[in-house]
């Protein structure tokens, strides 16, 4: 399409966005689990035949950039038929760690696929040694069910007994049937505005504006690295230790800067470890992919465009491209936030009034399960718990935030009450935890869970040892804390057993000071 015009682009962009929007919403309605419905831990996604993604919802960033080479792993070990969904949550085939299930589904009409619609949501528990999946595995095995692309659903039938093994190998499958229920329905609702566009627009004129925005994504990449001074600029940071080892994970980039291609190089970076800190290439490339798309601006289309002119470097079995059998659970949720860290802080030398100091760096990860003795039935309690936003240039960072990697909400206390066995002791800002300067870090929170049955308990979370960096003479964030029982201090990554009447405390790191402050 040679000739098109910029303000039919604009609305194809907004009519495209609005189906994976729509997809988030249905999900979000339908779906079971606090974590969903509550939470919001879910991504949405349209892509083009060719499984190029053409449009995103506002939902996880570490879902939404790995999602494409979900989507590519599933077109490449099935040929995907009409009433066809292809499930998947194997790390090393496109996902990012086993609670994450990603379905695809074509869109056709006639006898041609146009489309491929995808979404992915992190189920409260996918299997594995401890409740919630998110426990200190040493290697995939023990993390839960790894599901290589199969088909869930065939010719508009769901296989039912793909389903009982997937809910065989599950701690509260009820939910987890409701959950996986709600993705297909969400998968459903995409299909159907997509033809309605083809209905109204035309087949012909809808892909080429896909293309189009594909195209348009790339130009704005290209403007925005052209932007950026020419150079190389490095940095390093760490994550405090694998939960088996107590060492440092040290992770560390080069970015190469020429006209209107970026070069990002992970080389000297630890190589892969025990613990379940490992990320695999397409967390990293998803981190890669949202540092830059920060840069571009709110209005890019969220397409496959965006990374045409970026190159990521990830040496395999390093700890950012983990070979199997690693343990990956924390990968995901821990070390893409500090690579996204360590991106904005070498950045920050050729972009110094553009970049804020470090976020909390984690998403402080809890699991809490076992036995609801007040209805018999197994319970999975999952939650990412927000913290202090780094200071920006020009202004505070946010308190009390998830930021980054994650997009998602807490669980109000009432839903969290109202499903488990559990009551909120507490729920507050942690005052003076954000680093001073020019402009000063948001502040972290703190979450006082109370168990009212006995139950394991799992937290994988990091920055407990060093706060989260302040820049251009901005003080560091203060480190989180975990205690038991507000008297026993409990490591970063670990499992533990809880009695009846047990208060797990969590208290988040603060986020980086922006700047000298003047006296």
């Given at each position: 399409m040679k000739?098109f015009?910029p303000?039919t682009?604009?609305?194809?962009?907004?009519?495209?966005?609005?189906?994976?929007e729509?997809?988030?919403?249905a999900?979000?309605?339908?779906?079971f689990s606090?974590n969903?419905k509550?939470?919001?831990?879910?991504?949405?996604?349209?892509?083009?035949?060719?499984?190029?993604?053409i449009a995103?919802?506002?939902?996880?960033?570490?879902?939404?950039?790995?999602m494409p080479?979900?989507v590519?792993a599933?077109?490449?070990?099935i040929?995907?038929?009409?009433?066809?969904v292809v499930?998947l949550?194997?790390?090393?085939?496109?996902?990012?760690?086993?609670?994450?299930?990603?379905?695809?589904?074509?869109?056709?009409?006639g006898?041609?696929t146009?489309?491929?619609v995808?979404?992915?949501?992190?189920?409260?528990?996918?299997?594995?040694?401890t409740?919630?999946?998110?426990?200190?595995?040493?290697?995939?095995y023990?993390?839960?069910?790894?599901?290589?692309?199969?088909?869930l659903v065939?010719?508009g039938?769901?296989?039912?007994?793909t389903?009982r093994l997937?809910?065989?190998?599950?701690?509260?499958?009820?939910?987890?049937?409701g959950?996986?229920?709600a993705?297909?329905?969400?998968?459903?609702?995409?299909?159907?505005?997509?033809?309605?566009?083809?209905?109204?627009?035309g087949?012909?004129?809808?892909?080429?504006?896909?293309?189009?925005?594909i195209?348009?994504?790339a130009?704005?990449?290209r403007?925005?690295?052209?932007?950026?001074p020419?150079?190389?600029?490095?940095?390093?940071d760490?994550?405090?230790?694998?939960g088996?080892?107590?060492?440092v994970v040290?992770i560390?980039v080069?970015?190469?800067?020429k006209?209107?291609?970026?070069?990002?190089?992970f080389d000297?970076?630890a190589p892969?470890?025990?613990?379940?800190?490992?990320?695999?290439?397409?967390?990293?490339v998803?981190?890669v992919?949202?540092?830059f798309r920060c840069l571009?601006?709110?209005?890019v289309p969220?397409?496959?465009?965006l990374?045409?002119?970026?190159?990521?470097?990830?040496?395999?079995?390093?700890?950012?491209?983990a070979?199997?059998?690693a343990?990956?659970?924390?990968?995901?949720v821990?070390t893409?936030?500090?690579?996204?860290d360590?991106?904005?802080?070498?950045?920050?030398?050729?972009?110094p009034?553009r970049?804020?100091?470090?976020?909390q760096?984690?998403?402080?990860?809890?699991?809490?399960?076992?036995?609801?003795?007040?209805?018999g039935?197994?319970?999975?309690?999952?939650?990412t718990i927000?913290g202090?936003?780094?200071?920006?240039?020009?202004?505070?960072?946010?308190?009390g935030?998830h930021?980054h990697m994650?997009?998602?909400l807490?669980t109000?206390?009432?839903?969290?009450?109202y499903?488990?066995?559990l009551r909120v002791?507490?729920?507050?800002l942690?005052?003076?935890?954000?680093?001073?300067?020019?402009?000063?870090g948001?502040?972290?929170?703190?979450?006082?869970i109370?168990?009212?049955?006995?139950s394991?308990?799992s937290?994988?979370?990091?920055?407990r040892?060093?706060?989260?960096y302040?820049l251009?003479?901005?003080d560091?964030?203060?480190?989180?804390?975990?205690t038991?029982?507000k008297?026993?201090?409990?490591?970063?990554?670990g499992s533990h057993?809880?009695k009846?009447g047990?208060?797990?405390?969590?208290?988040?790191?603060g986020?980086?000071?922006?700047g000298?402050?003047?006296k």
């Amino acid at each position: 399409m040679k000739n098109f015009d910029p303000t039919t682009l604009e609305i194809y962009r907004a009519l495209f966005t609005s189906v994976a929007e729509e997809m988030g919403v249905a999900l979000r309605r339908t779906a079971f689990s606090p974590n969903i419905k509550e939470r919001r831990d879910y991504s949405c996604a349209v892509f083009d035949a060719d499984g190029r993604v053409i449009a995103q919802g506002d939902h996880m960033p570490v879902h939404l950039g790995s999602m494409p080479m979900a989507v590519a792993a599933a077109l490449e070990e099935i040929e995907i038929a009409p009433g066809d969904v292809v499930a998947l949550n194997d790390p090393f085939a496109g996902g990012t760690h086993l609670p994450d299930v990603t379905l695809v589904m074509p869109v056709v009409s006639g006898k041609r696929t146009l489309f491929y619609v995808a979404n992915r949501a992190h189920h409260a528990d996918i299997g594995g040694a401890t409740p919630g999946s998110m426990g200190l595995a040493t290697d995939i095995y023990g993390e839960g069910i790894r599901i290589p692309p199969i088909r869930l659903v065939r010719n508009g039938v769901l296989d039912t007994d793909t389903m009982r093994l997937l809910l065989a190998n599950v701690r509260g499958n009820v939910e987890r049937r409701g959950d996986f229920d709600a993705q297909i329905g969400s998968l459903k609702t995409g299909a159907s505005r997509l033809l309605e566009i083809i209905e109204r627009r035309g087949e012909r004129e809808a892909m080429e504006y896909a293309s189009q925005l594909i195209d348009y994504s790339a130009r704005l990449m290209r403007y925005t690295i052209a932007s950026i001074p020419d150079g190389s600029y490095e940095a390093e940071d760490a994550l405090d230790d694998d939960g088996v080892e107590d060492r440092v994970v040290p992770i560390k980039v080069r970015i190469t800067i020429k006209g209107e291609r970026a070069v990002v190089d992970f080389d000297g970076s630890a190589p892969q470890v025990t613990g379940a800190i490992n990320a695999v290439e397409a967390i990293t490339v998803s981190a890669v992919s949202y540092v830059f798309r920060c840069l571009v601006g709110d209005e890019v289309p969220a397409s496959a465009g965006l990374m045409e002119p970026i190159e990521v470097i990830a040496p395999r079995g390093t700890v950012v491209n983990a070979n199997p059998p690693a343990a990956v659970a924390g990968g995901n949720v821990e070390t893409s936030q500090r690579i996204v860290d360590v991106l904005f802080k070498a950045l920050a030398q050729a972009l110094p009034d553009r970049i804020p100091a470090a976020s909390q760096g984690t998403m402080n990860n809890l699991t809490i399960g076992g036995i609801d003795t007040r209805t018999g039935q197994e319970f999975s309690y999952y939650e990412t718990i927000a913290g202090g936003m780094g200071a920006r240039p020009n202004a505070d960072g946010m308190s009390g935030v998830h930021t980054h990697m994650t997009n998602s909400l807490n669980t109000p206390a009432e839903a969290l009450e109202y499903a488990y066995p559990l009551r909120v002791r507490e729920y507050c800002l942690r005052k003076g935890s954000g680093g001073a300067g020019k402009q000063r870090g948001g502040d972290g929170v703190v979450r006082e869970i109370e168990t009212l049955v006995p139950s394991r308990m799992s937290l994988l979370c990091d920055r407990r040892k060093r706060g989260p960096y302040g820049l251009f003479g901005g003080d560091d964030g203060a480190p989180g804390v975990n205690t038991l029982n507000k008297k026993l201090k409990l490591s970063s990554k670990g499992s533990h057993d809880l009695k009846a009447g047990d208060r797990i405390r969590i208290e988040t790191p603060g986020g980086g000071g922006w700047g000298k402050i003047r006296k």
